[in-house]
């Protein structure tokens, strides 16, 4: 296991061997790669196409011991699953008013000393023609890199990409992205 510095860590043996036995039912997932050592970060995680998807990707962050939060519509932010959601590291996001949450969130990585977002770069499980660029901006407003994350089904492996300064070419940082996820098969690869 890497020893991370800066890149915000939790957990002890029992949830590291509770994650690799996550993965291991799941299938025999492994992870392929390492995250930078940084304290901030957006993680787009790639291609998603399945509830699946948000079980594999908690599971593997308990395995590497590191602490991740994650975007949620608010709506799952309910009796009884609303403190284990927190406690994984969720944000409940108002879906209503999507144009917020690139300022909000920009706010949260000012305040916190250390905060790596994980999220979809689509927005949902469904297929959809492109992808939301909502994580660019908010990482160029954060002055945060970006880490690509693709999920693939057919070979069982989370793979880590290196860290993508956005800078001001917002396109090309989601053509390095989407090239980087694009050779990862999806659960259901008609809706990627």
Known sequence: MQKYNNFPVRGNRFSRAFGRLGLRLLGGWKVVGDMPDVKKAIVPVAPHTSNWDFFVGVFAMLALGLKLSFLGKKEIFVFPV?????????IPVNRASPHD???DIAKQFEKREKLVLALSPEGTRSKVESWRTGFLYMARAARVPVVPVALDFAKKEIRIGQAIDIGDDLELGLTKVQAFTSQAQAKYPEKA
Do not use: S, T, Y
């Open 101 to 103: 949450v690139v300022g």
């Open 82 to 90: 609303h403190q284990l959601l927190v406690w994984l590291g969720g």
